[in-house]
């Protein structure tokens, strides 16, 4: 990496300037804490979670109780991925800066960390529909958002209540659609589980429709005087992060909570140094994190064309 240099910055000592601009945007709000549960690391390379699947319902007692059997179900293992970045500064520069640009350069590494984590957390939501094992593997082996899904159970029909995955756009219509399929959620045994949705994940794109949906007194799109049952249901989460101007999520935030993580092996941590023959400065950063989602019953993703 090529160090700062006075003879390349050289508006940096030019006494003309009355001010040099430099990161003077809002940052973007950190949004890993509404999607992820952070939890603590366990001092190892990686993390690992397995399932342990349901009883099944109780059968007619004939004079003698009939045993059930739990069975082993998924594991996801996630492992910790390694950042780092930083800058060189030559020392002639660094003392003559008349802005004190490059003394404020190592908030500028922080910004950049932010931002780095924010693109790695909507990662989850962006990869939703293809097999991710950048942060973690999940031994389904199937996307988070599939109608592919299976269970270790024997005998049991995925055909329904396994899904959820869909391709409708964001509409009232799509949302009253999704929330009944999320109902219809089984457990490995094929039992319904409790849902409830209440979130929508979403681009900026789609922020129009979002509030519509959620806001409307009167049903949407139609003459009659029907109240909007959707209404005050939803905690909408807008993020810049995701990519796709089409897809979005519903997710149940209680099921969430218990089947997505973030884990900071290393918190963000910022080193300075002075080579001895050179005088150049050097800061660097480094953090070490992973992620991982541990079920897929939480959310219900379109995938829109």
């Known amino acids: ?16 300037f009355q001010k040099i601009f430099h990161e003077q945007y809002n940052q973007i709000a950190d949004m890993l804490g509404e999607l992820y549960a952070m939890i603590p690391h366990n001092g190892r390379d990686v993390m690992t979670w397995s399932e342990v699947g349901a009883f099944g319902d109780w059968t007619q007692f004939n004079g003698r109780v009939n045993y ?12 910790y991925v390694e950042f ?5 500064v030559e ?16 908030q500028g590494l922080a910004t950049a960390a932010q931002r780095t984590r924010q693109a790695h957390g909507a990662r989850l939501l962006n990869n939703a529909f293809t097999v991710d094992t950048y942060f973690n593997v999940r031994s389904e082996g199937v996307a988070m958002c599939s109608n592919s899904h299976t269970t270790t159970a024997p005998g049991v029909s995925t055909a329904a209540g396994f899904d959820n995955l869909g391709t409708s756009a964001l509409s009232a219509t799509a949302v009253a659609a999704a929330r009944i399929a999320m109902t219809q959620f089984r457990d490995d045994r094929g039992n319904f589980i409790q849902t409830a949705p209440n979130e929508l994940w979403y681009p900026p794109n789609l922020y129009e429709e979002a509030e519509e949906i959620v806001a409307a007194v009167g049903k949407l799109d139609t003459a009659n005087n029907n109240p909007n049952v959707h209404k005050g249901r939803f905690t909408l989460k ?39 023959d050179t005088i ?19 959310v219900y993703g379109h995938q829109v064309s």
């Open 1 to 16: 990496m090529i160090p700062h240099t006075s003879g390349a910055f050289g508006d940096l000592l030019d006494p003309r």
């Open 91 to 106: 020392r002639k520069l660094f003392d003559d800066d008349q802005f004190n640009i490059m003394d404020r350069r190592p």
């Open 238 to 276: 807008e993020w810049v992060y995701m990519t796709d101007t089409n897809n979005w999520f519903m997710s149940d935030s209680a099921l969430r909570a218990q089947s997505v993580y973030w884990i900071d092996r290393v918190e963000k941590e910022f080193a300075y140094a002075e080579d001895l």
């Open 280 to 298: 150049i400065a050097k800061w660097r950063g480094y953090m070490r994190y992973a992620q991982a989602f541990i079920d897929w019953r939480w």
């Open 84 to 88: 780092a970045s930083g800058f060189q």
């Open 68 to 79: 059930d059997s739990l069975y082993q179900g998924y594991d996801t293992t996630a492992t």
